[in-house]
């Protein structure tokens, strides 16, 4: 089956006892049990729910992997995928992560159990072969990054982890699997913010891990009951939702956020525009190769902080607001709101970036209100 028909009906067929064409919201925290230890498939909601085995399964689905996992957020999913990691083990990641990765990487992996890390230039890959060690044992991969939007050449990366026996785990939240699929390309495990593009209408938060191999899906099954960090089943019927959608809002999201980035390269008071699609963009060429399209995000500069904040505070149809993904548009500051915990890091972002996640409003409406907030 192609993408966008896996979307619909992968784990989700028809309900069987009354023919509901959604998969159920089974909102129970326990089920009944024929006799000790027999059960019908599941004894606990936190182990099990059938929601969230349709999500899981459909997520898999789309990523090409072996199995799918939910959790109550995307940095549940991190955090569960990193407890696979022991003290003394060696984690690369991007120089351009998502603010909420680092701090828990440097803040609380780092201090409480003793795991070691650097960052790293990504797109440099004599630089990632220099800060391989031998007690590495996962490459940390987001492309596009967030917010710097830069582009990963994932099959030459997992090539390197795999030379020195380590993981490549891919962040795909902001390409989606409708653009990107990471497993083909070599990455060992897939993380999602199913709150964002999966979703897709600012309405829930929610994580996932698509894996490549029993042994790992196993290790994690064992680590999310054993955390415990799972979403419920109205969260997981949400995304479900979404998903049916994935590839028209995709679809919409890429061709606004193109119009909105050849708009701003074109500004004279936008000083730099950073969008895959765009050919000026460094990444482009790669992006072209492994993205069946180039998304909608768009990050620029302008010449001024001050600048940067007075955009924020004078467009009307984008929303000042943190997230990204739905399907209306919002504006940010990266600097003071979704990577502030990276001030003063090797990480920190310029302060007079602005970061745009690209609705499915009409274009001309969206050029018209940054022309507005430009002026």
């Known amino acids: 089956m192609r993408f966008e028909t896996r979307a619909i009906h992968a784990g989700q067929e ?9 998969v159920p919201i089974y909102q129970t925290s326990t089920y009944v049990q024929e006799a000790v230890g027999k059960h019908k498939g599941y004894d606990y909601a936190r182990t099990g729910n059938p929601t969230r085995t349709a999500l899981e399964t459909a997520l898999a689905a789309l990523e090409e992997g072996y199995g799918g996992l939910c959790f109550a957020s995307g940095m549940a999913a991190e955090s569960t995928f990193l407890c696979l ?18 701090r828990l990487v440097a ?9 070691e890390f650097d960052t790293v230039d990504l797109t440099d890959l004599d630089a990632l072969k220099k800060a391989i060690r031998d007690e590495t044992r996962v490459v940390w991969v987001e492309t596009p990054t967030n917010p710097l939007l830069k582009i990963i050449d994932i099959a030459a990366v997992a090539e390197i982890a795999h030379d020195a026996g380590a993981w490549c785990v891919v962040d795909n939240t ?9 497993i083909r390309l070599g990455a060992d495990a897939v993380i999602h913010s199913a709150t964002k593009y999966l979703g897709g209408h600012s309405d829930v938060v929610g994580g996932a891990i698509v894996t490549t191999t029993a042994e790992m899906h196993e290790r994690l099954a064992f680590l999310q009951n054993s955390v415990g960090a799972v979403p419920g089943p109205q969260d997981c019927f949400l995304v479900l939702r979404g998903l049916k959608t994935l590839a028209l809002r995709m679809d919409a999201h890429s061709r606004n956020a193109a119009r909105v980035a050849e708009f701003l390269e074109a500004h004279q008071k936008v000083t730099r525009t950073y969008y895959p699609g765009l050919s000026t963009h460094p990444g482009h060429d790669i992006a072209a190769r492994q993205m069946s399209g180039f998304g909608g995000m768009v990050s620029f500069e302008t010449a001024t902080e001050e600048e940067a904040l007075e955009v924020c505070r004078k467009t009307r149809l984008f929303f000042l607001a943190e997230s990204l993904g739905g399907v209306e548009s919002l504006i940010e500051h990266p600097g003071r709101m ?6 003063g890091s090797p990480l920190e972002v ?8 690209v609705g ?11 022309a507005g907030a430009l002026a």
Do not use: C, W
């Not at 028809?14 to 959604?22: Q, R, T």
């Not at 803040?107 to 795991?115: D, E, K, S």
């Not at 499915?360 to 940054?370: A, G, Q, T």
């Open 14 to 22: 028809p309900e069987p006892a009354y023919g509901s064409v959604n």
């Open 174 to 182: 902001f390409a989606s699997p409708y653009l990107q699929q990471p």
């Open 338 to 343: 979704t990577h502030a915990s990276v001030a």
């Open 360 to 370: 499915i409003e009409h274009p001309d409406d969206l050029v018209e209100d940054l």
């Open 107 to 115: 803040r609380v992996l780092a201090p409480a159990m003793g795991i």
């Open 350 to 357: 310029p302060a007079n970036l602005v970061r745009l996640s």
């Open 85 to 102: 990691l022991k003290t003394g083990d060696h984690i690369v990641i991007a120089d351009d992560v998502y603010g909420g990765t680092y």
